[in-house]
């Protein structure tokens, strides 16, 4: 089975901080996501990554910023976390081929006080 | 703009009920449309994934059909179990991307 793993599944944070929000895959997964989900929105997308060292830019990537050095690891960064931030955030892997389905880790429910 | 639609936004039934979770979208050019499960706090679980070209995929109690001109999809359960009570998700795959773009889901109560 598949296994995309987020670091922590609670955090508190203080504004202005920098933070990190941590996602491992062990399938050797190309591609690589992070979503934020909050009430009656629904999941949206943040940045997503097709390789190691690329990115793109998914829906609402102001005030995020990510890296993927190696293959198995995509990080998410909050540059300067600011209280609109605290939500769900869920991390997704899926195979290069095209029409796999995506898999996702259990989340971090990060609160920015 | 691909927009997904799910409706009801809430279902609460009676253990044992078949019932129907739709979802609609806005834009019939996309790659596949896959179903997900979410319990309360947690990740998002795979349940099925439709191809364009499919008209249907069947996991157990759960089948889910795709009718990509009309822009819908349904996720039939038979014989309802507490268990099953979650929020259910769909999420759309446009051609060229691997983005998903997901509706805001259905929650799903079933009382024994």
């Known amino acids: 089975d598949v296994k995309v793993t987020q670091s922590s599944r609670y955090l508190v944070k203080r504004t202005g901080e920098k933070v990190f929000l941590e996602c491992v895959q062990d399938?050797?997964?190309?591609?690589m996501f992070w979503y934020r989900q909050d009430p009656g929105l629904g999941l949206r997308l943040i940045y997503f990554?097709?390789?190691?060292?690329?990115?793109e830019k998914g829906d609402i990537p102001e005030g995020y910023s990510v890296s993927r050095e190696k293959k198995e690891r995509f990080s998410l960064i909050l540059e300067s976390a600011s209280t609109n931030q605290t939500s769900m955030y869920l991390c997704?892997?899926?195979?290069?081929?095209?029409?796999?389905?995506?898999?996702f880790g259990d989340g971090t429910r990060l609160s920015i006080l | 703009k691909q927009e997904v639609t799910q409706i009801p936004a809430a279902l609460s039934v009676p253990e044992g009920e078949n019932l129907v979770l739709n979802c609609s979208f806005t834009d019939s050019a996309i790659y596949n449309l896959q179903w997900f499960r979410q319990d309360p706090g947690k990740g998002l679980t795979s349940l099925l994934l439709i191809q364009s070209s499919q008209r249907e995929q069947t996991s157990g109690r759960l089948n889910a059909s795709l009718d990509k001109s009309s822009g819908r999809s349904t996720l039939y359960i038979a014989a309802s179990q507490p268990g099953d009570s979650a929020t259910y998700l769909c999420a759309v795959r446009p051609l060229n991307t691997d983005k998903l773009i997901f509706g805001t889901g259905t929650r799903l109560q079933v009382f024994p």
């Open positions: 990554s097709y390789d190691v060292k690329m990115k």
């Open positions: 399938m050797d997964h190309e591609n």
């Open positions: 997704a892997s899926s195979p290069g081929r095209v029409g796999q389905p995506q898999h």
